[in-house]
């Protein structure tokens, strides 16, 4: 097979010819398994306040060790109505606001809470346990840069840097076309040497999972003509695959019926077992593959 294209040649040879597609305004909630068409940028500090990163009590750290007066109790979403005075202390939820005058936090299972007290019996340093404002990252810096795939986890960033909506590239149009005349849809009576098409069904499902809106073509026999029309068809997607009908068999007819219809072919047969003839073409920004069936 030495005479064969290597995988890693033939990828260089697609990726250079792969275009990046117009990008669209897409919000948030829609964003899931799109692609960043440019960097997402935080619109505020993260967190936007110096906050809490225990449960625990709020405290001056030159306080302690010592025992405090409870002077409130902070919940989360209500920042405190007082500042914080010395020898007090606040009790304080997980992400909140530290008040005015704190430095520290105690988590609450190394105190003793004793109704109105606290005591704190070992000292604190200050900044303990406190989650600075733009700890995590400033407004205006990068979230998720440019042609990142949008995750679960880095939608939660997005959202959690106020980014209402990103700008992604188009999904990708592909349209699949399954080919031979021994090709039946599940369910359907098979005659004597017919098969079930299943090749189309799993590619598209890939190409799904990639993020493109996806085609399943009818699978078209074994004539010249019927490949001409569905090719033809095909070829308005941005990408087109095709199963079947690329090797030197008198039914095969997909790279020929494409040359027809301008596809230029860029290379065929690949060092790979089993697919050995791969084709690859494009014609005016459309990527065009051909798969042994």
Avoid at 14 to 39: F, N, Q, T, W
Avoid at 204 to 213: F, H, N, V, Y
């Amino acid at each position: 097979m030495a005479d064969l294209l290597s995988i890693a040649e033939a990828q260089r040879l697609i990726l250079e010819r792969a275009r990046p597609l117009p990008s669209e305004a897409v919000p948030l909630e829609d964003a899931a398994r799109r692609v960043l068409a440019e960097p997402a940028r935080a619109a505020i500090d993260l967190p936007p306040f110096p906050s809490s990163a225990m449960d625990g009590y709020a405290v001056r750290a030159a306080d302690t060790p010592g025992r405090l007066r409870i002077a409130s109790r902070i919940a989360a979403g209500k920042p405190a109505t007082a500042p914080l005075g010395g020898g007090q202390a606040m009790g304080i939820a997980t992400g909140g606001v530290i008040p005015e005058g704190a430095d520290a936090v105690v988590p609450i299972e190394y105190v003793v809470d004793d109704d109105n007290e606290v005591e704190v019996g070992a000292p604190v340093e200050s900044g303990a346990n406190v989650r600075p404002r733009g700890g995590d990252i400033h407004e205006g810096e990068t979230v998720a840069e440019s042609g990142s795939l949008l995750t679960p986890a880095r939608l939660g960033a997005l959202a959690a840097a106020g980014i209402p909506q990103v700008r992604c590239a188009r999904r990708p149009r592909a349209a699949v076309l399954p080919t031979g005349t021994e090709l039946r849809r599940p369910g359907d009576v098979l005659a004597a040497g017919e098969i079930y098409e299943a090749n189309g069904l799993i590619l598209s499902a890939q190409l799904e999972a990639a993020g493109a809106d996806v085609e399943l073509m009818p699978a078209v026999g074994d004539d010249e003509s019927a490949h001409r029309v569905a090719l033809q068809h095909a070829l308005e997607a941005d990408v087109v695959v095709t199963s079947g009908g690329v090797s030197v068999g008198p039914h095969d007819l997909v790279r020929r019926i494409e040359d027809e219809l301008g596809v230029e072919e860029v290379f065929w047969r690949v060092s790979v077992r089993p697919g050995k003839p791969i084709a690859f073409g494009v014609r005016e920004g459309t990527l065009v593959f051909g798969l042994p069936g």
